[in-house]
């Protein structure tokens, strides 16, 4: 089983920004891909980036030009670097991780809130 956990979440004014990282822990296999979701209240739990093998990267339009995903493969943690934050980015924000032999691995979230 895999264990992912989120941090680096918070308050932030518009404008700002944070770095999220997932760090990924327990019965690790073969990468396959991670990526990063969040969920509004009261909306669905939106696709925002991910990253495969070899460092292929790719974005929702949302997160285009401000988001930017990536990975250290030492230390199985993905992160997602958000710039210039409005507050319509305020959302609970997760991690998700597939690995050879464990494919839907999903971390407990992590609250991202953008003050105006």
């Known amino acids: 089983q895999v264990h992912l956990v989120e941090s680096g979440g918070g308050l932030v004014q518009a404008g700002g920004s944070l770095r999220l990282s997932c760090a990924a822990s327990?019965?690790?296999?073969?990468?396959?891909?991670m990526s990063w979701h969040r969920q509004a209240p009261g909306k669905q739990r939106e696709f925002l980036a991910a990253?495969?093998?070899?460092?292929?990267?790719n974005y929702a339009d949302s997160a285009k030009g401000r988001f930017t995903i990536s990975r250290d493969n030492a230390k199985n943690t993905v992160y997602l670097q958000m710039n210039s934050l409005k507050p319509e980015d305020t959302a609970v924000y997760y991690c998700?991780?597939?690995?050879?032999?464990?494919?839907?691995?999903w971390g407990q979230g992590t609250q991202v809130t953008v003050s105006s």
């Open positions: 998700f991780a597939a690995y050879a032999g464990s494919l839907n691995n």
């Open positions: 327990g019965s690790i296999g073969r990468f396959i891909a």
């Open positions: 990253i495969t093998t070899a460092g292929r990267m």
